[in-house]
């Protein structure tokens, strides 16, 4: 991949030559900086599975691959959308939002890269030559997101309208947008770095990559099955969508390929051709400049995120402590709460992997609740809620969310600082874990599972109060089940490594077979009430058992884990 795109662009050879630029030092930048790129996990592939960490070489494609399946989902505008220019205004808005969502997410690490500043600059290298390649850079890392993202497209429209000519219409216009986008998500980082802390701006990123991944993994499910059949509207039953840029864009192909001369579409092909090249200007001429300086200064403004720093430390940690104080039976749980509590909160990794996983059980229950695998009525299918007892499916589903933070947090990049538990005068390391389970619980879970009881007694009433208050024991048992079973081991003190073959499977299978199990008896006993209350007890009682056992976990069982 990285020979070709390399070949594809010697082909410009002699422009850099005239330019003074060193074609050898080019060469050997572009390749070294392609095959980082390669190694650097998409967003660590969008919060992937926590215990792997194989040598990554495909980054790049994997990128490119999220960029074409999006870009084939974008074809279902074409098959249930009529009107050509509302079709394109749809395909331009989705393109614009995917687009710069993928490159706020996936290319924050290439864009705000200084390491060129000290590694390369300090060598004979000539200025000429470092700024062309990193601008070839950056043209290389767009151009895997934009061409994926249209050829489905472009060629769905050069086979539909049987002309080249629509084809190289459409190419043209997608340069002309994705340079209007670029223009967009400068902007943004200027906003962003000159009102935000350093800090405060990662984190920002990070939560742009998370619903990111939610965005990808519902219109995966969802789009499919909530298209109607056939859709008839026009932009001129919306006067106002002509003030969008998208649909200046959408205008100027009906404009050049259906020869439509009016008013409107001749304002919309000069808007169309003149905002893009203004906008790159404007980004060239001004924002360059600003944005080069603001980036030296992330790396250095520190005086506005020490202060920052402590208020998260007087105010979170005080927070933690007081539940910690409430919740725990001794000092060693209370460490064990505190934590977890502090270094889930400020590990980058651990919330990539684990804030995906709210989206993914709201997804997940639109998806099952619908009446058909296509063209389900989202709408009826609400109004039918009451009449059905989906909130079982809703509790139950929602303990995913404690399960996949569990399976991330005895991993850590940083795994070597966990000698202080093995240096430690500590006789049960399971009163530490007890703690950590307490505190994933409480953070994670508890304060989703109450956004459920709400939605809950909303729309099904105060009648549902004991099958949810049987939810939640049973969820209890089966994060402590899961626990006990796969987390018996101490927080944030493990190697990211590659799971076994066969245990992951056995851990798949278990992690839908437990709450499937468990929810599967509910369901069948949650009209009668007695059973209801018969199992409370129950399900509390075996709890306490398996958290008794949990807890009292010793050093010579943690060892055989």
């Known amino acids: 991949m990285n020979a070709i795109i390399l070949s594809l662009l010697s082909v410009l050879n002699p422009v850099w030559r005239k330019m003074g630029v060193d074609i050898y ?44 399946l999006m870009g084939l989902l974008f074809l279902l505008i074409f098959k249930f959308i009529t009107d050509p220019v509302m079709q394109l205004l749809i395909f331009f808005s989705a393109f614009v939002s995917m687009m710069a969502i993928t490159l706020i997410s996936d290319f924050t690490q290439v864009l705000l890269d200084v390491k060129d500043n000290y590694i390369i600059l300090p060598r004979p290298v000539n200025d000429r030559t470092v ?81 990111f991944s939610i965005l990808i993994f519902a219109s995966y499910y969802l789009i499919p099955r ?16 002509y003030f969008l840029p998208p649909t200046w864009f959408a205008g100027a192909f009906k404009f050049l390929v259906y020869g439509d001369h009016s008013v409107l579409l001749w304002v919309c092909f000069i808007l169309a051709l003149l905002v893009p090249i203004i906008s790159i200007w404007i980004v060239i001429k001004y924002f360059a400049p600003s944005f080069n300086k603001n980036i030296s200064s992330l790396q250095g403004d520190t005086e506005r995120n020490k202060s920052k720093l402590k208020k998260l430390k007087g105010e979170g940690q005080t927070f933690a402590q007081r539940l910690s104080r409430w919740l725990s ?41 619908l009446p058909g695998s296509r063209g389900g009525n989202l709408m009826q299918a609400l109004q039918d809620l009451p009449g059905t007892n989906s909130y079982i499916l809703l509790i139950y589903i929602s303990s995913f969310v404690f399960i996949t933070a569990a399976s991330t947090l005895p991993y850590s990049e940083k795994f070597q600082s966990a000698w202080v538990f093995f240096s ?85 299978f278990l992690i ?19 059973l209801v209350y018969m199992f409370m007890p129950i399900s509390a009682a075996l709890f306490w058992l398996v958290y008794t056992s949990y807890r009292n976990t010793t050093w010579e069982q943690l060892a055989k884990k």
Not at 30 to 51: H, Q
Not at 513 to 521: K, Q
């Open 226 to 241: 909530l298209v109607e059949k056939d859709i008839s509207m026009t932009v001129d039953d919306y006067p106002f969508l």
């Open 131 to 211: 700024l062309v390649a990193r601008l070839l850079h950056i043209f290389i890392h767009i151009s895997t997101v934009v061409f994926p993202l249209a050829c489905p497209t472009l060629v769905y429209l050069a086979i539909n309208r049987k002309s080249f000519f629509v084809a190289v219409v459409f190419f043209l216009l997608v340069v002309l947008i994705s340079l209007f986008t670029l223009f967009l998500v400068n902007a943004l980082y200027l906003v962003m770095m000159k009102f935000l802390t350093p800090t405060r701006f990662k984190e920002i990123i990070s939560s742009i990559q998370v619903v």
């Open 329 to 369: 039976k001794d000092y060693l749980e209370k460490a064990g709460f505190d934590f977890t509590w502090l270094v889930s909160g400020r590990s980058r990794e651990f919330r990539l992997k684990v804030y995906p996983s709210f989206g993914y059980v709201l997804v997940y229950f639109v998806v099952l609740i």
């Open 25 to 68: 030092q080019l060469n050997e930048i572009l390749r070294i900086k392609l095959i980082m790129d390669n190694r650097r996990p998409a967003y660590r592939l969008m919060g992937g599975n926590s215990g792997k960490t194989k040598e990554v070489n495909y980054a790049t494609l994997f990128t490119m691959g999220v960029s074409l």
């Open 424 to 508: 430690s005068p500590v006789q049960k390391p399971g009163a530490i874990m007890a703690g950590a389970f307490k505190s994933l619980f409480v953070k994670y879970f508890l304060p989703f599972y109450l956004m459920i009881v709400v939605l809950s007694l909303s729309v099904w009433g105060v009648k549902i109060l004991p099958n949810l208050l049987l939810g939640i024991i049973n969820v209890f048992t089966i994060a402590i089940m899961y626990a006990y079973v796969f987390m018996r081991k101490l927080p944030f003190s493990l190697k990211i490594e590659a799971n076994k073959g066969m245990a992951t499977y056995l851990k798949g």
């Open 512 to 530: 839908m077979i437990i709450p499937g199990s468990i929810g599967l008896v509910h369901y069948l006993v949650v009209k009668n009430i007695y």
